[in-house]
């Protein structure tokens, strides 16, 4: 039993320095190399050592030659992504203004075509007179003369002041159930209205656009003032009257395509046609009556255009050249006369009362020249003017005959002459201002 034990003890001691062994030359083993291992290192490093400065200048080398990369990129980048963003740009607004363009071009090409079908189909409506096929299209009238400011009868013409109203019917223009509408004249059709004895400047007061009404109706207004020509005849100045007329003329429309009718006025249906005003500015001229009505145009034969207008009768105030003209005229005849009165033994005094009244007269018709208009025939006043002239003058050749006589020793003769030419020369003069003043 103890022999046992101590052989089991002996064993565990064997096993026991066996490992120890084991662990010596293991820890020898280690020593040995690291030993081995440091000597290594340090041979590595004494060369490291030496190639240190050629690492650390190739790491150098690469770190700028990465950073340089990195910055040739990054400009490379930003200048590609500028001048891609720029093309971009560029393209895009060429493309846009391209498209802008012909988006503009379609919308003027667009407004053009609408404005040319528009333009056509307006003109087509303002050339082509309403219902064309019935036959004459019918325009009623009405023509107011507001006020005549002036005769020239020298000059042959008048200064007027006229108001006009036509109206038509244009189905056209019809739009049931719509408010009255405002529309340039020339932007439908009319009648082309214009005044066929103007003179000068005739000028309008009202805007140049029509009322057109649900059913079609057109009503036109304008008021035109300015001169008008009138050709007179002054033969019976100043005991004279003559008719004025105002004429319309439809441009381009004879009698066969247009029809001028009298309108009604609508607040006094009296009145049709038209009318003119009680009180004028005339001062020297009277209206005896006047007419509208419609007046075709023919200024020659082949020419018979459709129109209309207003006429007038007026007759000159006589009163004023009866007191301006005809009596100081009178009283220089009669002063004359005195020269029969004055005893033949003054033939001094006779002579020169019968030369102071020649004188006279002939200063009194420079004077009345200019209240005379130049015609190149003879008026009324101009035929008393001479005759008063003549009898003047021929009083003179009496005195001075009945003087000469009166030398020669023929009292009885002379005393005859005297007596007849108190007596001849106031019955001409009486004939001559009797026919002047009551024919």
């Known amino acids: 039993m103890a022999e046992f034990r101590s052989s089991r003890w002996f064993s565990t001691v064997q096993r026991s320095l066996s490992l120890l062994a084991v662990l010596v030359g293991m820890a020898l083993y280690s020593a040995e190399g690291f030993c081995a291992l440091s000597g290594a290192q340090a041979m590595e490093g004494q060369s490291t050592g030496q190639s240190a400065e050629a690492v650390a200048d190739r790491a150098a080398e690469r770190a700028v030659e990465k950073s340089v990369e990195k910055a040739v990129e990054k400009a490379v980048e930003k200048s590609v992504e500028k001048a891609v963003e720029k093309a971009v740009e560029k393209s895009v607004e060429k493309s846009v203004e391209k498209a ?105 007061s009202l805007p140049d656009v029509v009322q057109v009404e649900a059913d079609g109706t057109v009503i036109y207004h304008q008021r035109y003032t300015g001169g008008f020509s009138q050709p007179m005849r002054l033969s019976e100045f100043p005991k004279d009257k003559h008719t004025f007329v105002v004429q319309f003329v439809g441009t381009g429309y004879g009698v066969d395509q247009l029809q001028f009718i009298a309108d009604e006025y609508p607040f006094d249906t009296s009145i049709r046609g038209g009318s003119m005003a009680d009180e004028l500015s005339l001062t020297d001229w009277k209206v005896l009556e006047y007419e509208a009505l419609a007046m075709t145009y023919q200024p020659i034969k082949a020419v018979r255009a459709a129109g209309f207008g207003i006429r007038f009768v007026a007759q000159r105030q006589f009163a004023y050249y009866l007191w301006q003209v005809v009596l100081p005229m009178s009283v220089v005849v009669v002063m004359s006369w005195a020269a029969f009165w004055v005893g033949r033994d003054n033939i001094g005094v006779r002579i020169g009362v019968a030369t102071s009244s020649v004188l006279t007269l002939i200063a009194n018709r420079f004077v009345f020249a200019s209240l005379l208009p130049r015609l190149p025939y003879m008026t009324r006043m101009d035929y008393f003017t001479v005759g008063s002239t003549l009898l003047v003058f021929l009083a003179l050749i009496m005195v001075v005959l009945i003087a000469f006589l009166e030398t020669s020793l023929r009292e009885r003769f002379t005393a005859r002459l005297d007596l007849f030419s108190r007596g001849a020369f106031p019955a001409a003069f009486a004939l001559l201002l009797g026919w002047f003043l009551l024919s």
């Open 100 to 204: 802008a363009e012909k988006a503009a071009e379609k919308a003027v090409e667009r407004v053009v075509e609408e404005a040319a079908v528009e333009s056509s189909l307006q003109a087509e409506q303002t050339a082509k007179r309403p219902d064309e096929w019935r036959g004459p299209t019918r325009v009623y009238f009405l023509v107011f003369v507001i006020d005549v400011d002036a005769i020239d009868d020298a000059n042959q013409n008048f200064t007027s002041n006229v108001y006009i109203r036509l109206r038509w019917e244009d189905r056209r223009l019809a739009k049931p159930g719509a408010a009255v509408r405002q529309i340039p004249l020339e932007s439908v059709w009319n009648p082309r209205v214009l005044i066929a004895n103007r003179t000068g400047l005739v000028s309008k």
